[in-house]
Nanobody
Framework: QVQLVESGGGLVQAGGSLRLSCAAS????????MGWYRQAPGKQRELVAA???????NYADSVKGRFTISRDGAKNTVYLQMDSLKPEDTAVYYC???????????????WGQGTQVTVSS
């Protein structure tokens, strides 16, 4: 009963920037962590960045120094600022939340529908 809605994807040239947003809504009891994954054609889904409720962050080596994850706890929203984009960043980006829905005992992995990011060379 938790929904994640992503926005902000698009087409940019190499070196450009995009900011992705993901808003969690529904019967949310708590959110342990939120993050972004991506999946390129022919590739497995991989973690891009994650942030815990305490603000700790983790990034894939390939995006360190270029991407920044942040959150707005009051809005249950996570952002991914993507700078210095490379063609290799082209993928569908999925928002993820480890969250407990109201009346649920255990946390569950929730996923957004994905937003396309395309970086042209």
């Amino acid at each position: 009963q938790v929904q994640l809605v992503e926005s902000g994807g698009g087409l940019v040239q190499a070196g450009g920037s995009l900011r992705l947003s993901c808003a969690a809504s529904g019967s949310i009891f708590s959110i342990n962590a939120m993050g972004w994954y991506r999946q390129a054609p022919g590739k497995q889904r991989e973690l891009v960045a994650a942030i815990t409720g305490g603000g700790s962050t983790n990034y894939a080596d390939s995006v360190k120094g270029r991407f920044t994850i942040s959150r707005d706890g009051a809005k249950n929203t996570v952002y991914l600022q993507m700078d210095s984009l490379k063609p290799e960043d082209t993928a569908v980006y999925y928002c993820n939340a480890v969250a407990r829905a109201t009346f649920n005992l255990r946390p569950y992995n929730y996923w957004g529908q994905g937003t396309q990011v395309t970086v042209s060379s």
